[in-house]
């Protein structure tokens, strides 16, 4: 090996180099595809002036909790804030209880049609939000859930469903069926089986499906903009461009505002990148 | 296989007999009633979010309805011949064409390449991975906004730093020019939703155990060669997942065109999902945007089901 690395330098030392510069390849570009985030952060704690002047200098001799402050007192921020957190908490638990329970049913039982099923469950990336939102919007009056947040949760779940059965029953198929037959054979139910062989070993999967929609609902624009027109009841995307319309010309409060909305985003993927990962890896 | 058996056998508590189920351990005993508390939930909300609405706006699309006047007329299949005819339409159409399918290919390359990069275990890679996948998280509503800052001509630092460097001699109106509107939304729209890309691709590098790298070091293989006969046949079915669900989620985008330009300058910008909102919420023709739903969801089924004959992604499925 050392003999096609070269002459001057060791196999070590020439590793060495190999890494390091690895290494600052990875972060120059990380930091690059970061700029729009450094960017926001810079916004949410600068001087408009200084922001819009686009000085560096003057943009950091002016940092100030002033934006954050501003928003925080001056707006319906905290009612956004609420209104997204039951929504995204709502959507979660539907969509781990529903994904996990059809993962099993998918994979455990037998019957005629499943085929054709599970691809149906495919075909549910087909349907386009929005427009799907224009009938949804009549039905929702019909049924009383326009400016409602169950409505709205209800709505939601249906984004991160498919992606999240199609998760969930892929992690029930790497669970053994001996598994659960021993269980069987002991003595103990179905039920028991399912609650304390099938579904402790798909944990990581319906954590990876939690996460997953998490974020759908967190992100989710299309349907709050259709269903939901009280601004008591908005979550924070269409909080953020209600207040953004009325106060466009202050960019330091509006990137004070996307960075409020950013922190849990980015906690989110730094402690729960591993299961997030597992999660996908299963379906991959 | 065996002595796993045992392990889990011997987890069973005596006072687990069939005798001592609960209400839930007797619908799980019934295989009919186990498939109706298992795929009850998620089919009764894929019927009411999904399949009553479609086939409420099939039904709508064949007739005349206006929010500002409650009564229904009857126009029939004809109107799809008026809107596929119709220039805006058609318009419509190929921009969702060009958005769709530009901005996928650049989510591939930057996927991909994003997740090859930060595969490796190097000092600082949970935050190095942390970052990359930290553009998915962040609501595309967010990013149209940074976006619309950092791009205006007067004060966006985009535009500050190419007159600074020198390879724009005046500022430039990014967003609201005809010729770089669209490329622009491509390009931002890319920068977010490529990391789906990477998150799967990501998850299939890990699976690869190093043992395949260190025989192709042994026999000789240099860095392009290891990655054609070893990464690339392990991620090129994950690759064609992601194109296929990334195309059919980019011809539906809505927010982020809505947020960052309103479908302008002019109509540039106006792909079918924004053209729908716009017949939908601003003209009140609720049976004409309806109609262009159907066509829409028409012909995203036949892109899937083409897909799904030529790329086969459900082998993959059922390897895993």
């Known amino acids: 090996m050392t003999q096609i690395v070269g002459t001057y330098l060791s196999y070590g030392q020439a590793a060495r180099i190999k890494s390091?510069?690895?290494?600052?390849?990875?972060?120059?570009?990380?930091?690059?595809?970061?700029?729009?985030?450094?960017?926001?952060?810079?916004?949410?704690?600068?001087?408009?002036?200084?922001l819009l002047s686009g000085n560096?200098?003057?943009?950091f001799s002016s940092i100030t909790l002033d934006p954050i402050r501003q928003v925080f007192f001056a707006s319906n921020f905290f009612t956004y804030y609420r209104n997204s957190l039951v929504v995204a908490a709502g959507v979660v638990v539907f969509t781990v209880v529903a994904s996990t329970l059809a993962g099993y049913g998918?994979?455990?039982?037998?019957?005629?049609?499943?085929?054709?099923l599970a691809r149906l469950i495919l075909f549910g990336y087909m349907f386009p939000p929005l427009l799907l939102s224009l009938p949804m919007y009549q039905i929702w009056r019909e049924l009383g859930l326009l400016n409602s947040l169950f409505g709205l949760v209800i709505a939601e779940a249906s984004v991160p469903l498919p992606f999240g059965i199609w998760t969930m029953w892929l992690f029930f198929q790497t669970v053994p069926l001996d598994y659960e037959e021993s269980v069987w054979m002991a003595g103990g139910s179905r039920w028991h089986s399912f609650k304390d062989v099938a579904l402790p070993q798909a944990a990581p999967g319906m954590i990876a499906v939690g996460i997953f929609a998490f974020q759908s609902a967190w992100n989710n624009y299309t349907y709050p903009k259709v269903l939901i027109s009280e601004d008591a009841l908005r979550p924070l995307t269409t909080g953020i461009t209600q207040y953004a319309v009325q106060n466009y010309v202050f960019w330091n409060q509006v990137m004070a505002i996307a960075f409020t909305i950013v922190i849990p985003a980015f906690l989110m993927v730094y402690f729960l990148q591993k299961y997030l990962l597992e999660g996908y890896k299963a379906t991959a | 296989?065996?002595?796993?058996?045992?392990?889990?056998?011997?987890?069973?508590?005596?006072?687990?007999?069939?005798?001592?189920?609960?209400?839930?351990?007797?619908?799980?005993?019934?295989?009919?009633?186990?498939?109706?508390?298992?795929?009850?939930?998620?089919?009764?909300?894929?019927?009411?979010?999904?399949?009553?609405?479609?086939?409420?706006?099939?039904?709508?699309?064949?007739?005349?309805?206006?929010?500002?006047?409650?009564?229904?007329?009857?126009?029939?299949?004809?109107?799809?011949?008026?809107?596929?005819?119709?220039?805006?339409?058609?318009?419509?159409?190929?921009?969702?064409?060009?958005f769709g399918f530009g901005s996928v290919a650049i989510q591939l390359v930057l996927g991909v390449g994003l997740a090859l990069l930060v595969n490796k275990d190097f000092r600082g890679d949970v935050l190095a991975r942390a970052l990359a996948l930290l553009p998915y998280m962040v609501p595309a509503v967010v990013i149209g906004m940074v976006g619309q800052f950092m791009l205006n001509a007067q004060y966006g630092i985009v535009n500050l730093a190419l007159l600074r460097v020198g390879i724009l001699d005046q500022p430039v109106?990014?967003?609201?020019?005809?010729?770089?509107?669209?490329?622009?939304?491509?390009?931002?729209?890319s920068w977010k939703f490529a990391v789906f890309v990477t998150l799967l691709t990501?998850?299939?590098?890990?699976?690869?155990?190093d043992h395949f790298y260190e025989g192709a070091t042994m026999c000789g293989a240099n860095a392009w060669q290891k990655f054609r006969d070893v990464t690339l046949p392990r991620i090129q079915n994950v690759i064609l997942i992601a194109a296929l669900l990334r195309t059919l989620w980019m011809f539906n985008k809505f927010d982020i065109i809505y947020i960052m330009t309103r479908g302008g300058p002019g109509q540039t910008t106006t792909t079918i999902p924004l053209l729908a909102y716009e017949i939908a919420f601003n003209q009140y023709e609720l049976g004409q945007a309806a109609a262009i739903a159907?066509?829409?969801?028409?012909?995203?089924?036949?892109?899937?089901?083409?897909?799904?004959?030529?790329?086969?992604?459900?082998?993959e499925v059922r390897v895993a």
């Open chain 1, 20 to 50: 390091i510069s690895y290494q600052i390849v990875v972060w120059a570009t990380l930091l690059t595809l970061m700029v729009p985030i450094i960017w926001l952060v810079i916004g949410a704690f600068s001087g408009l002036e200084a």
């Open chain 1, 56 to 59: 560096i200098s003057r943009i």
């Open chain 1, 106 to 116: 998918l994979t455990r039982v037998q019957f005629r049609g499943k085929k054709w």
């Open chain 2, 1 to 98: 296989m065996s002595s796993a058996t045992d392990y889990v056998s011997s987890l069973v508590p005596r006072r687990w007999t069939r005798t001592t189920n609960s209400y839930l351990g007797d619908l799980f005993e019934n295989e009919y009633a186990l498939l109706v508390v298992c795929l009850g939930p998620a089919l009764a909300l894929f019927f009411l979010v999904a399949i009553l609405p479609m086939a409420w706006a099939f039904n709508l699309s064949l007739y005349e309805v206006s929010t500002l006047n409650p009564v229904w007329t009857w126009v029939g299949p004809g109107r799809f011949v008026d809107i596929l005819t119709s220039s805006g339409f058609q318009n419509a159409f190929v921009r969702s064409l060009i």
């Open chain 2, 173 to 189: 109106a990014f967003l609201g020019l005809p010729e770089t509107a669209m490329a622009t939304i491509m390009v931002v729209a």
């Open chain 2, 202 to 209: 990501l998850a299939r590098l890990q699976s690869i155990p």
């Open chain 2, 294 to 315: 159907a066509l829409m969801f028409v012909f995203l089924a036949l892109w899937s089901v083409l897909y799904f004959r030529v790329a086969r992604p459900e082998e």
